[in-house]
């Protein structure tokens, strides 16, 4: 993987509208592994206060099409996905997404992702499948 690889996955995820608006941060970007960030507001939290299932599985779904992308350098998206969400978060100030490729085919990928708070509470695991484009 080269660093234009990495810096052009970077650009462009920050002139992404839905990662902007939601304030998703590509924090590492390696050979098979990403992973994104974002620091929580009251606009990612549902009715009760918890981080909001939708969050977690976008903030997933993009760890893994960037974890992709990381292989290929190509575009990518998502053919199927499976998630568990495993824990509710009361406190979380952040959540962390990491993507890692368990198995590269010719035109599909298999991603296994994971969702962590910033007390490092589990919060969800999945596995998503990513169409190479």
């Known amino acids: 993987m080269t660093n234009d690889l990495i810096q ?7 002139q992404d509208e839905f990662n902007r608006q939601h304030g998703f941060r590509l ?4 050979a098979g592994h990403s992973v994104v960030e974002v620091e929580l507001t009251p606009a ?14 976008s903030l997933a779904d993009i760890a893994c099409g960037t974890a992709t992308r990381s292989l290929c350098g190509c575009h990518t998206v998502t053919a ?7 824990y509710a978060s009361m406190h979380a ?13 010719h035109s599909l990928v298999v991603v296994q992702a994971e969702v962590y708070d910033n007390e490092d509470n ?3 695991t999945g596995q998503f499948t990513m169409y190479i484009c």
């Not at 052009?8 to 920050?14: A, H, S, Y």
């Not at 981080?51 to 977690?56: F, M, S, T």
């Not at 199927?80 to 495993?86: A, E, F, G, T």
């Not at 990491?98 to 590269?104: L, S």
């Open 8 to 14: 052009e996955t970077i650009d462009r995820m920050e």
């Open 93 to 105: 100030k952040s959540l962390r997404a990491e993507g890692t490729v368990i198995k590269k085919g």
């Open 80 to 86: 199927s996905s499976s998630i568990n969400y495993l």
């Open 27 to 30: 924090k590492q970007l390696e």
């Open 44 to 57: 990612h939290m549902n009715l009760w206060g918890h981080p909001h299932g939708g969050i977690l599985f």
């Open 122 to 124: 589990h919060l969800m």
